[in-house]
């Protein structure tokens, strides 16, 4: 007796062939009288069907970096060339815009457009400085949640109220299905 291993769509390493491929159908071969398949046969598009020990599943739980650890966001500033207004001694850095930029290239992450920046340099700037340290903050509160789960009977009840917050705050970020009622806890402060 036999019982599918894979299923269709699914991408396997094909071994015999030493590539990747995606599962195109699952052939169960039946017999009469018998409630499960005797053998299960995978046909990948290679010419022949595989049997489950020729083919390995991909992980796709392997090593994925924790983005909060790895990621280190900060505000780079961008030459604005093209606006008299931002050469005005008010703005809090003349002549420059903020980019929050998220990878070691200066490549991706936030830019703000140079008519927003014009109109109110000091709220751009702010929202700068919170955009670029919000890994920072997404560090605190996991650490405090985690805090908080290890040691319950010791945390007091203040400290375990700002966990249950910070907690909602995440599941917002990660879009989990409490993010509903974070919304709700956080709109009611």
Do not use: C
């Amino acid at each position: 007796m036999a019982k599918a291993v894979f299923h269709k769509g699914q991408r396997v390493f094909v071994r015999p062939v030493g590539t990747w491929a995606a599962i195109e159908r699952v052939n169960p071969q039946w017999v009469k009288g018998v409630e499960e398949p005797l053998r299960v046969t995978y046909e990948v598009g290679l010419g022949r069907d595989f049997q489950a020990h020729e083919l390995a599943a991909e992980e796709r739980d392997a090593a994925k970096p924790d983005l909060i650890a790895t990621e280190n966001w900060r505000i780079l500033r961008a030459v604005n060339r093209l606006s008299a207004d931002s050469r005005d001694p008010r703005h809090p850095h003349p002549g420059t815009f903020p980019v929050v930029v998220t990878d070691e290239k200066d490549w991706g992450g936030w830019r703000v457009p140079m008519a927003e920046y014009d109109r109110d340099p000091a709220r751009i700037e702010h929202q700068a400085r919170v955009m670029a340290n919000a890994q920072r903050l997404m560090r605190v509160a996991r650490e405090l949640t985690e805090f908080a789960t290890d040691h319950p009977h010791e945390t007091p009840a203040q400290l375990q109220d700002l966990a249950a917050q910070a907690e909602m705050v995440l599941a917002a970020i990660y879009k989990d299905n409490t993010a509903s009622r974070s919304d709700a806890v956080l709109a009611a402060e």
